[in-house]
């Protein structure tokens, strides 16, 4: 049973446009949500996170909303680089007692051509 | 470069024996975390240590076990190796162990299975 999904596997955009990467998920207890970006060959390396308190979180180019009630999130790149190309996974977890791990997505490949 | 440190890089072994893989966490984080990633999939949550205790079981199977030990470092050791445990299995640190703590991964140790 999937609690984290990321239904596009791959994403292509011009350079200098927006990214749009979608998530979903179904356990209701995810309060606290983040976004990874990996490179081949590395680990994959935090880029921003979002509160279930909050609707919108930004950090530069970055920025991701939530949407509670559609059990939804997105990360939106603006503009979007060649170097941004990359797998985007999100994650989610619940900060209730006694839960510590993360629940991951598939991952969303995006190709940002230049 | 997370600071997280993982050995090996490559593993190649046969069905039926075990391995350790090895992580060194950034200086001065408490927790450390398992992850295994197979073919197409997202993080796989396996375990996590706080300090040198357990704090979080998640999909690890009995044939595998981890420990950290004193100086913090921790080893993922996989018995009876079977062909589907061919997967990437990265490591994570962090300071204090809470969800919303921010996990720095390694890059990963690449085992196969033949």
């Known amino acids: 049973d999937q609690q984290v999904k990321q239904n596009s596997p791959s994403l292509s955009v011009q350079e200098g446009r927006i990214s749009i990467l979608n998530c979903d998920y179904t356990?209701?207890?995810?309060?606290?949500f983040l976004w990874y970006k990996k490179y081949p060959a590395e680990g994959p390396t935090f880029l921003i996170s979002?509160?279930?308190?909050?609707d919108k979180n930004e950090d530069g180019r970055f920025t991701v909303f939530l949407n509670k009630s559609a059990k939804h999130l997105s990360l939106h790149i603006v503009p979007s680089q060649p170097g941004d190309s990359a797998v985007y996974f999100c994650?989610?977890?619940?900060?209730?007692?006694?839960?510590?791990?993360?629940?991951f997505g598939k991952g969303t490949k995006l190709s940002v051509i230049p | 470069d997370s600071g997280v440190t993982q050995t090996p890089k490559h593993l190649i072994t046969a069905t039926g024996q075990r391995v350790t893989l090895r992580c060194s966490p950034r200086?001065?984080?408490?927790?450390v975390y398992w992850y295994q990633q197979s073919l197409d999939q997202g993080l796989q949550f396996l375990i996590q240590?706080?300090?040198?205790?357990?704090?979080a079981k998640g999909n690890i199977l009995e044939r595998f076990s981890a420990q950290q030990f004193p100086d913090l470092h921790s080893e993922l050791n996989l018995s009876s190796l079977e062909l589907g445990d061919s997967a990437l299995y990265f490591c994570?640190?962090?300071?204090?162990?809470?969800?919303?703590?921010?996990?720095?991964f390694g890059p990963g140790t690449r085992l196969t299975v033949l």
């Open positions: 994570a640190s962090s300071v204090a162990g809470t969800t919303t703590d921010t996990q720095y």
């Open positions: 356990n209701s207890m995810f309060d606290y």
């Open positions: 979002i509160s279930s308190i909050k």
């Open positions: 994650a989610a977890s619940s900060t209730g007692a006694g839960s510590y791990q993360l629940t």
């Open positions: 200086s001065g984080d408490l927790s």
């Open positions: 240590y706080y300090n040198g205790e357990e704090r």
